[in-house]
Nanobody, 123 residues
Framework: QVQLVESGGGLVQAGGSLRLSCAAS????????MGWFRQAPGKEREFVAA????????YYGDSMKGRFTISRDNAKNTVYLQMNSLKAEDTAIYFC????????????????WGQGTQVTVSS
């Protein structure tokens, strides 16, 4: 099992930037990929971005392309989400996740989840 701890959330004005971090511990040797998802009040959890642990291939949700960048530091077992040009509709709890299988945009691919970090964008 992999334990995940997110950090970096907060309050930011529209147009601003935030960088989220997610530190993994435990069975990190089993990680094949990590993802970020978000959930706004009253809405379903939504795919944000994912990255292959080796190779670094990345995937993004349509509304995040060009604004968000996912990256990883294998030595630190940490994945990052750089968010630029933030909009009010980006307000949500952001969750980090890890998979030991297929890296995809599907929630079902990810077995391990963090507790989430709140991002609030004021307009």
């Amino acid at each position: 099992q992999v334990q995940l701890v997110e950090s970096g959330g907060g309050l930011v004005q529209a147009g601003g930037s935030l960088r989220l971090s997610c530190a993994a511990s435990g069975r990190t040797d089993t990680i094949r990929g990590m993802g970020w998802f978000r959930q706004a009040p009253g809405k379903e959890r939504e795919f944000v971005a994912a990255i292959h642990w080796s190779g670094g291939y990345t995937y993004y949700g349509d509304s995040m392309k060009g604004r968000f960048t996912i990256s990883r530091d294998n030595a630190k077992n940490t994945v990052y989400l750089q968010m630029n040009s933030l909009k009010a509709e980006d307000t949500a709890i952001y969750f980090c996740s890890a998979t030991n299988g297929i890296v995809s945009s599907s929630l079902r691919s990810y077995a391990d989840w963090g507790q989430g970090t709140q991002v609030t964008v004021s307009s």
